[in-house]
Nanobody
Framework: QVQLVESGGGLVQAGGSLRLSCAAS????????MGWFRQAPGKEREFVAA????????YYADSVEGRFTISRDNAKNTVYLQMNSLKVEDTAVYYC????????????????WGQGTQVTVSS
C-alpha cells in the first residue's frame, strides 16, 4: 500500500509556471509507475503524464507535450510535474496516481490516488 499527498497547486496567470509535487509513503516507491491526471469542472478525469519506475521513460498527453515535464526522485519518494506556459484550459484539480503494473494512460489502471491539488490559471 502507498499513500500519496500532492502539493504545489495554486493560482497563476496564463503563461506562468507551477511545480506540483507528490510525496509517497512507504519504502517501495521505486516499484511503482507514477502518473498525473487532472479533472476540470464538469469533465472526466484525464491523463496528463506518466513516468516509469526508474524515470527513464516518460509519456504525455498531447495537450501538455512540450510544456509539462514529469520527473521523480526515488530517494525522496517524490514525483514532480513541472508545468510551464500554463493556459487557462489547464485549470483543474491535479491528481497523483501510482500503479504496480504497467505504464498506462488509463485512469482505471492506477490503484492508488492522492487527494488532489487545485491549479487555477487566470487570463
Amino acid at each position: 500500500q502507498v499513500q500519496l499527498v500532492e502539493s504545489g497547486g495554486g493560482l497563476v496567470q496564463a503563461g506562468g509556471s507551477l511545480r506540483l509535487s507528490c510525496a509517497a509513503s512507504g519504502r517501495t516507491f521505486s516499484s511503482y509507475i507514477m502518473g498525473w491526471f487532472r479533472q476540470a469542472p464538469g469533465k472526466e478525469r484525464e491523463f496528463v503524464a506518466a513516468i516509469s519506475r526508474n524515470g527513464g521513460s516518460t509519456y504525455y498527453a498531447d495537450s501538455v507535450e512540450g510544456r509539462f515535464t514529469i520527473s521523480r526522485d526515488n530517494a525522496k519518494n517524490t514525483v514532480y510535474l513541472q508545468m510551464n506556459s500554463l493556459k487557462v484550459e489547464d485549470t483543474a484539480v491535479y491528481y497523483c496516481a501510482a500503479t504496480g503494473w504497467a505504464i498506462s494512460r488509463t485512469r482505471a489502471n492506477y490503484e492508488h490516488w492522492g487527494q488532489g491539488t487545485q491549479v487555477t490559471v487566470s487570463s
